[in-house]
């Protein structure tokens, strides 16, 4: 690195096997943004080197800083080797660069106590809908402060938090640059104990707002205090969303509805029975927003599946047959196969019909799909006026595009065309359900009546019928 590290600490490294190598100077350089990542360099000595042949190791440090000590700590630093300097066959140095994973950065006084937050602030991605409205405010010297009109509050189980914006100012041979941050603000005591509680709860507001948005948004790290201490954490793990202008009812969920939205959305979202289901299914149409066109139409199907199955397993429509009677149907079904005349005298054949036996089981993904929506529409759900997910007469439904492109087809440009344009039918539909399963009214939404002003859900049955000529590569 070119600039002064922040702090220089002495570090312990153990690596994936158990090996310890400890006393190793580490220099830390901490991001000026939160988008940006933290970075270590470590300064090896000869012997140290031959402990740490591992491309990734765990770290802890300590060093002192005016009125106290800094600690330091990873349990996953990525790395891709390290530079070294000899004079003919004489060691000098060698300089090991480090990504951390996750970074935990703690400025403590030597006596401190640090099992109350007395508060905090959370780094947040940009987001349209958690904004607080800015007026400028102009003063006779030509300065511009900014001043919250409206601010968004959310009351979390554990604690009360404020969405706002940060600003900050750095001083250019042109003039001052300012920049800002959107950050959730904690202004009230937490037990350290329950912390990991109230970011679990911040980051399912931030899924449900991401979904009101259709883009990611999400927490980056927080800086905490609590008496004579102060800590930081940078949550590298988590990857930065890619930077997208929202416009005017491009979102899901309209400004004016969010706030409602979200405290009613968040209270029915935690109470939902199988609630890693939901989650990922709206982690995975989100995130369909980003990728390459086939990538997102699978990743969008799969909330969808996703979605059906925690359905299937509340109503038992994961199989036919009762573990006991598969199993005398299965022994008798062999029994046919083996004594078959086209079977008989041919074990390799006979093999391939047995690997498929467990199909049989299943209940198929349409009906589990029909049961479904018929069970969502007491909450408003209907998708009669979309592209059909499964049974369509007059061209390909979406599951068939879906089991398409998963066997490999070569579309033309017309025919990319149209996927796309089943795309935006399919993720109107999953938004549908999702919206079902947390019992938001989809009027209230931008998937109900205003779908009408779409030329996209219009135009689906000319894409229907050029998808219909796609085929199968093998």
């Not at 349209?128 to 900014?146: C, D, Q």
């Not at 935006?424 to 931008?446: D, G």
Request: proline share 4%.
């Amino acid at each position: 690195m070119r600039r002064e590290p922040d702090y220089t600490v002495a570090a312990t490294i153990t690596t994936p096997y158990g090996g310890i190598v400890p006393d190793v100077r580490c220099r830390v350089y901490l991001p000026g943004t939160m988008m940006a990542r933290p970075y270590l360099e470590f300064d090896l000595s000869e012997i140290q080197t031959d402990a740490l042949i591992v491309p990734e190791f765990a770290v802890e440090g300590h060093g002192e800083v005016s009125g106290g000590v800094v600690s330091i700590s990873s349990k996953i630093v990525l790395t891709q080797g390290w530079s070294r300097e000899s004079w003919g066959a004489k060691f000098i140095k060698c300089t090991m660069p480090g990504e951390p994973w996750d970074l935990e950065v703690t400025k403590r006084a030597i006596d401190s106590d640090d099992s109350v937050i007395e508060n905090g602030i959370f780094w947040l991605s940009p987001n349209r809908l958690l904004n607080p409205r800015l007026m400028p405010r102009f003063s006779r010297t030509g300065a511009v402060e900014m001043e919250t009109a409206h601010e968004l509050g959310f009351q979390l189980p554990t604690g009360l938090v404020h969405f706002r914006r940060h600003f900050n100012y750095a001083h250019k041979q042109s003039g001052i640059l300012r920049t800002s941050e959107l950050v959730a603000e904690l202004n009230e005591k937490v037990e350290r104990t329950r912390f990991d509680i109230l970011v679990k709860e911040l980051d399912d507001v931030l899924l449900l707002t991401s979904l009101a948005t259709r883009h990611r948004c999400v927490c980056r790290g927080w800086t905490l205090w609590t008496a004579n201490c102060e800590m930081r954490f940078y949550r590298n793990r988590i990857a930065v969303p890619k930077a997208r202008k929202i416009k005017t009812q491009e979102t899901l969920i309209d400004d004016p509805s969010f706030g409602e939205f979200l405290k009613h959305a968040f209270v029915t979202f935690r109470q939902t029975p199988g609630l890693e289901a939901l989650r990922q299914a709206i982690y995975l149409v989100v995130s369909s927003q980003e990728g390459t066109l086939e990538a997102s139409f699978v990743k969008c199907f799969a909330a969808l599946e996703t979605l059906v199955t925690l359905y299937r397993d509340s109503a038992g429509l994961s199989t036919i047959l009762d573990p006991e009677s598969w199993a005398t149907f299965e022994n008798d079904f062999k029994s046919f196969i083996k004594e078959h005349a086209l079977f008989k005298d041919d074990a390799a054949r006979r093999r391939l019909v047995y690997e498929k036996r467990m199909e049989l089981n299943r209940i198929s993904f349409g009906t589990a799909y029909q049961r479904c929506t018929e069970s969502l529409a007491k909450h408003g759900f209907y998708d009669d006026d979309l592209w059909p997910v499964v049974g369509s007469a007059r061209g390909l439904s979406l599951a068939e595009i879906r089991n398409r492109l998963l066997h490999g087809v070569v579309l033309t440009p017309a025919q990319e065309e149209a996927l796309f344009k089943a795309l935006i039918q399919l993720r109107w539909c999953v938004e549908r359900m999702i919206l079902a399963f947390l019992e938001w009214p989809l009027e209230r939404s931008l998937v109900g009546r205003f779908l009408v002003h779409m030329a996209t859900y219009h135009s689906w049955k000319d894409a229907q019928e050029s998808l219909s000529h796609v085929t199968p590569s093998c």
